[in-house]
């Protein structure tokens, strides 16, 4: 008999919710709008009232558990907590608490990167894998680490933030306060970056396309434009030094990639091999994987909340 876990992805605008299937197959999905809420308690009410009626249309009753996908949660309180900057609600979500009353199930809550890494490891390329370590590519750098099968959530439930490490030591300002992290080189706005400076190096009195992104500067790579290629390796650079360090403290037998960046597919993956492969101690050469996420990208939300929902412990 299938057994079924609800997935709850909370963002500012939206909460999506799904019923997903033990083998990865979501059998529905709803939202509700996360801004339209005063309280936490409206809020969590609402969750509510959708998950009771998509299981009762779906006639659904052995459900497993519940996961949730949230900024700002804490993972051992199972909560979001006070003044989330992008949640109306500035008061703790106790979103744990509330849910496990209502469903009498285990609810679990972490954040969208270490949801991904269970998603990976529960319905994506990491199934049978008990050591890898999952990329988030997109307005940031995120990353789920996964050591011995669990997640590695370190002594206040922060570890795992690769995309602020210092890759180039007095390089770009990054909005954590420090300079040179990863994330000003590899994530979206990052490649953005990569992209003006290759193109003043080109041609110092070339005009910025009109409209710039991330997606652009990818589809341009993609038809050998060469300026996007410099871009595209640029970060590619900067990420295999950053993952190759990674492997040093974890030895994971995988690195995952996944989000908008990673749809240019070799333009970056190519040289990130290269240069991940270039930068590894030689305790690791030829051990370690890079690999795309097998997640669907419109799926990851939901599935990776789920998959938290699925855990054993």
């Avoid at 590619?236 to 240019?264: D, H, I, K, Y």
């Amino acid at each position: 008999m299938n057994t079924y876990s609800i997935g709850i992805d909370i963002g500012g605008t939206n909460t999506d919710i799904g019923i997903v299937r033990d083998d990865g197959f979501i059998v529905r999905r709803d939202s509700l709008p996360t801004d339209s809420y005063d309280t936490a308690e409206e809020f969590m009410a609402a969750i509510t009232r959708q998950i009771r009626i998509m299981l009762n249309d779906c006639n659904l009753y052995n459900l497993r558990g519940i996961g949730i996908g949230a900024p700002n949660g804490n993972y051992r309180t199972v909560r979001i907590e006070a003044d989330t900057a992008n949640l109306r609600i500035k008061t703790p979500i106790p979103l744990g608490e509330y849910l496990g009353a209502h469903f009498e199930v285990p609810v679990r809550l972490d954040n969208d990167a270490n949801a991904a890494a269970v998603g990976e490891m529960i319905y994506g390329g990491a199934r049978g894998m008990q050591h890898f370590i999952m990329l988030t590519l997109g307005t940031g750098v995120g990353s789920g680490i996964v050591v011995d099968g669990r997640l590695l959530h370190g002594a206040h439930g922060m570890a795992g933030e690769i995309g602020h490490t210092t890759v180039l030591p007095g390089g770009r300002a990054c909005s954590c306060g420090r300079s040179g992290c990863l994330e000003m080189y590899a994530s979206a706005r990052g490649i953005c970056q990569n992209y003006r400076e290759a193109l003043h190096q080109s041609n110092p009195s070339a005009a910025e396309p009109a409209g710039l992104t991330c997606q652009f500067v990818g589809e341009s790579a993609q038809k050998g434009d060469l300026v996007a290629l410099q871009a595209y390796d640029v970060t590619a650079r900067w990420l295999g030094v950053a993952l190759a360090n990674a492997v040093a403290f974890s030895e994971p037998e995988a690195v995952f990639l996944m989000g908008g960046p990673t749809r240019a597919g070799e333009v970056l993956m190519k040289p990130l091999r290269d240069y991940f492969e270039e930068n590894l101690l030689f305790l690791y050469k030829g051990k370690v994987k890079v690999l795309l996420s097998q997640l669907p990208q419109n799926d990851v939300a939901i599935l990776g909340a789920a998959a938290l929902g699925m855990l054993n412990d």
